[in-house]
């Protein structure tokens, strides 16, 4: 860091000098004309490009056991064309792993394809995927599949406990649209100028995302106890205090989301303030299950994946700073 100091003139206009070292080594010249523009952090940013458009990252990947995972990570790192190409030839099982990993990622089609290659490009346009929207998609889907998944266990309701799993995929899609678009942003902040994001805020995103998308995860699980589940001697009870116990979680989880949104210190703070009645509440499933004539692991289970949902919740409470700073 080099510390400048600042100038004025007697007309009242204030000026800085540039280090010599990085003026040299970016070709600046007398009459060289700098973009200058303010952050909504307030910072000033000098760009010697502002009038040259954005040249597209492109990367050559070689076929190998682990190319999705490849084509994924290029495709987080803000990639836009992805090229596989070997010298022989694609093999078949080859261009179907990369037409997988294609279409678990939001964005990334196939645009050229022939013996030997194949080009996968992304199609967005980041400022036209603003951060709150995409997180909204991703927390309504993992919300209905948490409401779904017990609607399924009470009722048996085998079609709708495979929807579930079904719909994780458009979780993770989403997901993973999310993290390109912020890293974009960190990496780009006239991106995040745009679509009015700090970079400050991208950590929070990134792990409120992850979070929902656990959310989701705890979803699937218990669609998959519902599938699994031949337990039908479950007294009325057990039924009503997990019924009662995923009510209680669910509104904490949509609460906690709307602090997110909101920047809404209190309401986090009333979902973190459960914590002592979320554990009594599951103590007391165990404690009747225990007393029951018959095992009933699959209802200890539910209700210990609803108890980590709820944990989800408190943590993106955690997340929520106060407006303004």
Sequence with gaps: MELRKVQRTNSGTFFVSLPKDWADRVGLDRGTILAVSESIEGRLYLDLHYDSERQPLSIVLKPSPYLDREIMSKYLLGYDVIRVETKNRISPEERMLIKQASSRLIGLEIVEEDYASIVLQSLLEPAAFPPEKILRREYNIAASMHRDALRALFEGDVHLARNVVARDDEVNRLYFLLVRILRTIIQEPKVGEKIGIRAIDCLDYRLCASLVEAIGDSAVEISRKALASKEDKVTREVLQLLAKFHSVVFDAQERALKAFFGRDV????????????????????????????????????????????????????????????
């Design 266 to 325: 209190v309401l986090a703070e009333e979902v973190r303030d459960e914590r002592k009645k979320i554990k009594n509440m599951l103590h007391e499933i165990e404690s009747v299950v225990q007393k029951q004539s018959v095992v009933l692991p699959t209802i200890l289970t539910v209700a210990s994946l609803l108890y980590r949902i709820f944990g989800h919740g408190v943590d993106i409470a955690d997340l929520v700073m106060p407006k303004g700073s």
